[in-house]
């Protein structure tokens, strides 16, 4: 009975993620949301982890308190992200603080808290959903710059996942980060890839439990 959680688990790729690890009945999976209140009628084994804001330093520790010793995670996936558009311009400090925060700073406090409860062992897996967005290869002058927070948080993401590979390797914990391609969600919309959408296949929100179809073993 694998057990699955998935940070940042009510909206786009998280929630798509969540009904397709709920679809199996021998999986227990556990969701974070930021609200105070769980949503509505969740599949028999989901259980909701309320009131998780990654921007506030006591997130991972409550996300850890909150699972049982007796269901040590199989599958951490950390999906959470925010997108603030900038420009040279037009740039956005706050908007860059919990942008890093979130994608970056975050996930190490999480792993940080959920390896010290022994709530992350051997043969366990750790997703962080980065993208090609933080390749510094892959930026062309042709794409121009802006959106600093986004390409430099996942640059970041990248460089975190490598350390945490490195200091999870003897625990046996493999830690992997993934690039979903583009995906049209409630955070991509005017953010300027829309131009891209329809000849980058872009997948809908609503079509993303059909584009990605997790198994227990990830």
Not at 192 to 200: A, I
């Amino acid at each position: 009975m694998p057990t699955i959680l998935i940070i940042g688990a009510t909206r786009g790729l998280g929630s798509a993620l969540l009904s397709a690890y709920a679809a199996h009945p021998t999986n227990t999976i556990y969701g974070t949301t930021r609200s105070p209140t769980a949503p509505p009628s969740p599949p028999s084994n989901t259980h909701w982890i309320p009131s998780i804001d990654l921007l506030l330093p006591t997130a991972a520790s409550a996300i850890a308190s909150a699972i049982p010793k007796t269901h040590p995670i199989d599958i951490l996936i950390i999906s959470a992200g925010i997108f603030p558009k900038e420009s040279l311009g037009a740039v956005d400090w706050e908007g860059e603080v919990k942008t890093y925060t979130t994608s970056a700073i975050a996930p190490v406090f999480i792993v940080h808290e959920l390896v010290g409860a022994g709530l992350l062992g051997g043969g366990a897996k750790v997703v962080l959903v980065g993208s090609e967005a933080g390749s510094v290869a892959l930026r062309h002058e042709k794409e121009g710059g802006g959106n600093y927070a986004h390409h430099g948080s996942k640059a970041a993401v990248s460089m975190v996942g490598k350390l945490l590979s490195l200091d999870l390797k003897d625990r046996g914990v493999a830690v992997g980060v993934v690039h979903p391609g583009f995906m049209r969600t409630d955070m991509t919309k005017g953010v300027g890839f829309d131009q891209y959408y329809e000849s980058g296949g872009g997948k809908l929100e609503p079509k993303l439990n059909r584009s990605v179809s997790p198994s227990a073993s990830l």
